[in-house]
C-alpha cells in the first residue's frame, strides 16, 4: 500500500503499515500514536446503514474530539459482516504490519478473524486486540466504558472529597491508558518481530489499564493492605501537598520529606504556628494535616497566587496555578512546548490538535493531516490492492464498501 502522503523529512515508524478497525477512544488513540510518528494508518469503518452507532464516526467528524483521535489516517469503508468485505480486509492484512481492534472478544471468532486466521494469511502481522475487561474470564464479553472501569478499577474510590461519596476523573483515565499501553505493546511486538520474523497478538483492557495507573493506591493495598481513601485535593501520603487559596484564588503546593519542608519554612519566614512539635516529622504532618494546612492557609492568604507561586519556585518548591482549558493554552511553557498544532480546514479556518508528548530529537511526531472524510480513500485503497473500476462498482452496488 502507498502512502497519503510523502514525508519530507524521515519518520520513525514510516515502513509501517497499521489497519485501525477501532471505535469510540481507547483504539482510536492507540492508532493515532503510530500515526503521528508516521506508520501509515488505514481507518476502516462500516458504509451507511451498516452500524447502529454509526453517528460516533460520521456526524461529529468535523468536530474537535474526532479530529484530534484521527488525524494522520486514510479512511475506508468496508462490511465485514459480507464474505466479500473480508476478503477484501485479508487481502490488505496480506500488506499490512498491525490490525487494531477494540471488539467484544467473540466477535473476532465469529468473522473468523482471530489471531490465528489473521496470521495464517501473514504470518508477520501483529493484532493489537483492547477490551473493556480482557480476552478471557468471567467479565469477557460486558461491554466496557471508560467510567465504568473508573468504578471497577478503584479510581473512582480515591477521587473526590471523604463526605461526597465516589467521583468520576474529568478525563478518560481508563480508555486513554489502554490505547497507550496497547500501543507500547505493538511497539515491543515490532522491535521482537526483527529479531524472530513473526508477528504475535498484542491485547490489554481497560480494567487491568485503569488498575495499573493506580500504581502507588494499589500497591500500597497489596503490600501495605492499605485500603486507600478519598483525600480531597490532599496527597494520600506527603504533607503539605494540597490545594491552598491565596488571596485571590487557588494554587497547588507540592512538599514532601524534610528538605522542601525546610525550603517552605525559609520562604514563610519561619513562622512560630508552623514551629510546633507536631509539624516535626513528615509522619507527624501527615497525621497532624489538618491544622497543618490550617496554618498554612492563614498565611496564604495574605498575598496572590501570582506572588506565591513565585516566591516558591524561586526556593525549588514546587508550586503552581490552578487553571482551566483556556488558561492551560495560554501559558508561556505550554506555547514554548508547542503543545498545541494548527492545521488548515478545506472549508476554510484551523483546527487545532494536540501534539504527542514525547520528543525524539531526529524522527519526531507530526501532525501532517486532518482526520480523514468517511471512506475518503476506499477507491485508492481497492486499486491498491489490484481491484478495477468495474470490480470496485460491483462492491459498492453489493453494499460491500
Not at 492499605?226 to 490545594?243: A, D, I, K, R, Y
Not at 494546612?293 to 525549588?316: R, S, T
Not at 490538535?353 to 485508492?380: F, K, M, N, S
Request: aromatic share 6%; proline share 7%.
Amino acid at each position: 500500500m502507498r502512502r497519503m502522503t510523502t514525508p519530507t523529512e524521515p519518520t520513525a515508524l514510516g515502513r509501517f503499515r497499521v489497519l485501525d478497525l477501532s471505535r469510540v477512544r481507547a483504539g482510536p488513540s492507540c492508532a493515532r500514536i503510530l500515526g503521528d510518528f508516521g506508520a501509515d494508518v488505514l481507518r476502516i469503518e462500516p458504509p451507511p446503514g451498516v452500524d447502529p452507532n454509526e453517528s460516533m464516526f460520521a456526524a461529529n467528524r468535523d468536530k474537535g474530539d474526532f479530529q484530534n483521535l484521527n488525524r494522520n489516517k486514510r479512511a475506508m469503508t468496508l462490511n465485514l459482516r459480507t464474505e466479500a468485505g473480508r476478503e477484501v480486509l485479508m487481502r490488505l492484512v496480506a500488506r499490512s504490519d498491525v490490525l487494531i481492534e477494540n471488539w467484544r472478544p467473540d466477535v473476532k471468532q465469529r468473522l473468523g478473524l482471530d489471531d490465528a486466521a489473521l496470521r495464517r494469511v501473514n504470518p508477520r502481522v501483529i493484532l493489537a486486540s483492547i477490551a473493556g475487561f480482557g480476552q478471557t474470564g468471567p467479565y469477557a464479553t460486558r461491554p466496557g466504558f471508560d467510567q465504568i472501569v473508573q468504578g471497577m478499577g478503584g479510581l473512582m474510590s480515591v477521587t473526590g472529597h471523604p463526605e461526597g461519596g465516589p467521583v468520576r476523573a474529568g478525563l478518560a483515565v481508563a480508555d486513554l491508558s489502554a490505547g497507550l499501553y496497547a500501543a507500547i505493546g505493538v511497539l515491543v511486538a515490532l522491535l521482537e518481530r526483527e529479531q524472530s520474523g513473526q508477528g504475535q497478538w498484542v491485547h490489554s483492557s481497560l480494567l487491568h489499564a485503569q488498575i495499573a495507573m493506580m500504581d502507588f493506591q494499589a500497591a500500597r493495598y497489596l503490600n501495605e493492605a492499605q485500603v486507600p481513601q478519598q483525600e480531597g485535593n490532599n496527597h494520600p501520603t506527603s504533607s503539605p501537598m494540597g490545594l491552598f487559596q491565596a488571596s485571590d484564588g487557588a494554587f497547588n503546593l507540592g512538599v514532601t520529606g524534610e528538605g522542601l519542608w525546610q525550603r517552605l519554612l525559609e520562604v514563610l519566614q519561619r513562622p512560630t504556628s508552623l514551629a510546633q512539635a507536631c509539624f516535626a516529622t513528615e509522619a507527624l504532618r501527615v497525621q497532624n494535616r489538618a491544622p497543618l494546612n490550617q496554618a498554612l492557609q492563614e498565611i496564604f492568604n495574605q498575598h496572590p497566587v501570582a506572588y506565591w507561586v513565585d516566591e516558591l519556585n524561586q526556593a525549588g518548591v514546587p508550586a503552581g496555578p490552578v487553571y482551566n482549558m483556556a488558561q492551560v493554552f495560554d501559558d508561556p511553557q505550554v506555547q514554548h512546548l508547542g503543545v498545541a498544532q494548527a492545521l488548515p480546514r478545506a472549508s476554510g479556518g484551523h483546527t487545532r490538535y494536540i501534539t504527542q508528548p514525547v520528543t525524539l530529537t531526529r524522527t519526531p511526531a507530526t501532525v501532517r493531516e486532518p482526520a480523514p472524510a468517511w471512506g475518503e480513500h476506499t477507491d485508492a485503497v481497492l486499486a491498491e490492492l489490484g481491484y478495477d473500476a468495474a470490480q470496485v462498482a460491483r462492491l459498492r452496488e453489493q453494499g460491500v464498501v
